[in-house]
């Protein structure tokens, strides 16, 4: 499975971005996916996760209320809609994939993309 994310920006605080990560190869539907961010200085932090089948999100509470994480295995692409963004969002954003589920330690997810670049202003 190779990744490739995009849709990020330069946005004003308060408004909205969707990131995409589109993945190639097969059997996309079997693979959970997870969105990642690394900030400058900062250690990778874990931001959402989807089940296989859509049945099952995670999120970390810095962006609950305001991140929506969504699939379309049709089209074999995970979605972040990001909402109400605030400074601290500013990161680079990374999608990745693994079959054991919408977890949140980056050490267990099998596949990355490129990352994509979110940028808040106040």
């Known amino acids: ?7 990020g920006g330069l946005v004003q ?3 909205s971005l969707r990131l995409s990560c589109a993945a190639s190869g097969r059997f996309f539907s079997n693979y959970a996916v997870g969105w990642f961010r690394q900030a ?6 874990f931001v959402s996760a989807i089940s296989w089948s859509g049945d099952y999100r995670n ?5 609950k209320g305001r991140f929506t994480i969504s699939r379309d295995n049709a089209k074999n692409t995970g979605y972040l809609q990001m909402n109400s963004l605030k400074p601290e969002d500013t990161a680079v954003y990374y999608c990745a994939a693994n079959r054991k ?7 267990k997810y099998d ?6 670049q979110v940028t808040v202003s106040s």
């Open 1 to 7: 499975v190779q990744l490739q994310a995009s849709g």
């Open 13 to 15: 605080a308060g408004g």
């Open 40 to 45: 400058p200085g900062k250690e990778r932090e």
């Open 59 to 63: 999120y970390a509470d810095s962006v």
């Open 101 to 107: 589920g919408p977890i949140t330690q980056p050490e």
């Open 111 to 116: 596949y990355w993309g490129q990352g994509t």
